[in-house]
């Protein structure tokens, strides 16, 4: 294993979902580089298996490369980190999975652990002390602003846990040029969320508003920046696609209405104001000064995130945008929320590098102490751990680490296999699940 002091460090990222993964890479740019995150080695890349493994597609759109990508089970990357050994992980996973892998690594008994990391996508809105105690353990847990490391130390606090991993930091990729006003330019975009709202209603609601929207202003152009192709998943579950809901929509699409694609930042760069629920696209454009709004036609609500923007200054309906309306955010909620384009993003992360660094220089690092332990939650820890085939102790279940995957022909079927296998699942979701709910409400 290379010294922690001769050399830049080894790093690797696990990532579950197309989000994740650009998160998880971005961040381990950040907190692995010196003064020029340039210079920082490409982390290898880890796809932990499961329902929203992104496809080829999806990690080009997100704009995030790396030399390698893997897609490996918990039993696989334990083996990989066993085998291959690396200075700092991060682990941009769903709680359940960072404490799963937690126990997972504690269980190899490595003579040198790496550093872990692990934290959040974007907005935290929903299964704040759940999530929260699950990532518990991990020696850096980044909080993406002032406002979440207050409430992460208040989590752990209040539990008697240790809050010293709390560190703060920012969005890894937030960015872009500043926003300019063009004349003769006047775009719209919708950023839409796979998973709020949930229904069909009111999904359908939010497509005709944007469609009267198109109308009312025929010389505008109207946007709608999709996440995922029918098919592919995200972080969250999409059982009803804008794509489809389109297709159904009452009069149609008008003329200057466009569903699109790509990466955000990109779309940003022509975007005059962006709407949404909840999206942590909001995040992206307020850091550049692209005018943003945050709807409250379907109530401020938790279930839809946009209560997190409380005091924003953005709340407002299409009701007040199709007469003009263009909300103007209150900075010292910007301030808080670690959006502010006010030139200090630039050392958003150097108390995350400095803590790393810190850590890489000791000569041994403390056993790792999660939480949750079979003594403090013996009914709820063993579940997690027996969703990603780990025992009760953190070792692989007999059979799910083999000492290698298969190679040529036998790799190719395995890989035509679970895609199948995983396409069959999405189309359940997408277009069986929601027949049958249907069906129970009659």
Excluded at 118 to 129: F, S
Excluded at 196 to 223: C, T
Excluded at 283 to 292: F, G, K, S, Y
Excluded at 328 to 335: G, I, K, R, S, Y
Aim: proline fraction near 7%; charge should be positive.
């Amino acid at each position: 294993m290379p010294s922690r002091t001769s050399q830049a460090p080894r790093v690797a990222v696990l990532a579950d979902s197309d989000t994740r993964w650009k998160w998880g890479a971005l961040t381990a740019r950040r907190i692995a580089a010196g003064d020029d995150p340039a210079d920082a080695a490409e982390p290898a890349g880890f796809l932990l298996r499961g329902r929203a493994t992104p496809t080829a597609r999806q990690l080009a759109e997100v704009g995030v490369a790396a030399d390698t990508v893997r897609e490996v089970t918990a039993a696989e990357f334990l083996r990989a980190l066993h085998d291959e050994g690396y200075d700092v992980v991060v682990l941009a996973l769903v709680g359940g999975a960072v404490q799963a892998l937690l126990h997972g690594i504690a269980a190899l008994r490595l003579s040198r652990r790496p550093v872990l990391v692990t934290g959040y996508v974007g907005v935290v809105y929903e299964k704040l002390a759940d999530g929260l105690l699950l990532r518990h353990g991990a020696d850096v847990v980044l909080a993406n602003s002032r406002h979440d490391a207050d409430r992460f130390r208040a989590v752990y606090e209040g539990v008697g846990a240790d809050a010293s991993s709390v560190t703060e930091a920012a969005l890894p990729f937030l960015g872009g040029a500043p926003y300019q006003r063009r004349e003769g330019r006047d775009t719209v975009v919708f950023a839409v969320q796979p998973s709020v709202p949930e229904s069909r209603s009111d999904r359908l609601y939010l497509l005709g508003r944007l469609a009267g929207h198109a109308r009312l202003h025929p010389s505008r152009e109207v946007l709608v920046k999709l996440r995922s192709r029918p098919g592919e998943h995200t972080t969250h579950l999409e059982e009803l696609p804008y794509q489809r809901l389109a297709e159904r929509l009452p009069g149609g699409l008008p003329p200057n209405l466009s569903l699109v694609y790509g990466h955000m930042g990109e779309v940003l760069d022509r975007t005059d104001l962006l709407v949404t629920v909840s999206s942590t696209a909001a995040l992206e454009a307020l850091h550049r000064r692209v005018p943003t709004a945050v709807l409250t036609d379907l109530g401020v609500r938790e279930a839809l995130g946009n209560h997190h923007f409380l005091g924003s200054g953005l709340l407002t309906s299409w009701d007040r945008l199709d007469r003009g309306h263009r909300p103007v955010p209150d900075e010292e909620w910007l301030a808080r929320q670690g959006v502010a384009a006010d030139g200090r993003y630039g050392a958003a992360f150097d108390e995350a590098r400095e803590r790393v660094a810190a850590l890489l220089r000791r000569p041994e690092l403390p056993p790792l102490t999660p939480y949750y332990t079979p003594a403090t939650a013996p009914g709820y820890l063993p579940g997690i751990l027996a969703r990603h085939r780990l025992a009760a102790d953190g070792s692989p279940l007999p059979g799910t680490a083999p000492a290698a995957g298969p190679t040529g022909l036998r790799r190719v079927v395995r890989d035509v296999v679970r895609g199948a296998a995983r396409g069959a699942y999405r189309h359940g979701v997408q277009r069986v699940a929601p027949v049958i709910r249907r069906m129970g409400e009659l």
